[in-house]
């Protein structure tokens, strides 16, 4: 429990922006999400611009990889859900999604690829599906 609270501690000493699902937080995903857990433990938090400095960015499944790949200025939390994490690599939907979200205008660059260096899975089940 004292980790927690260092933890939560540590969290509010940041600027936190967000990327939500919706501009109005009113969207199921992110008061479930994010959100939630933030006014619950306290954490303050904006809507994330790329154009302003934050030590920390919170990404939601819809947020323009593209563009906040390219931030130099704070560590990225891609928020995702079980299922995306699901889907194999050799999952035809897999492979296409970068196009798809470019062409349907969710991300302002293309890439065939959504990478991350580490990720958090809160259950256990779900560590096989993430690559090392």
Do not use: H
Not at 61 to 72: E, F, K, L, N, T
Not at 102 to 124: D, E, N
Request: net charge positive; with cysteine.
């Amino acid at each position: 429990m004292t980790q927690n609270r260092d933890i939560t501690q540590q969290l509010q000493l940041l600027r936190v922006g967000y990327v939500p699902y919706s501009d109005s937080l009113e969207s199921p995903g992110d008061r479930r999400r994010f959100g939630y857990y933030a006014r619950k433990r306290g954490i303050k938090f904006e809507i994330a611009d790329p154009d302003k400095k934050y030590d920390l960015v919170v990404l939601c499944a819809r947020a323009d990889i593209g563009v906040w790949s390219q931030y130099p200025d704070a560590k990225l939390v891609y928020d995702l859900i079980d299922s995306y994490l699901a889907i194999p690599r050799s999952s035809i939907k897999g492979q296409l999604r970068g196009l798809f979200k470019f062409l349907s205008g969710q991300s302002r660059y293309f890439s065939w690829t959504i990478g991350s260096q580490s990720a958090i899975c809160a259950r256990g089940r779900m560590r096989w599906y993430v690559p090392p």
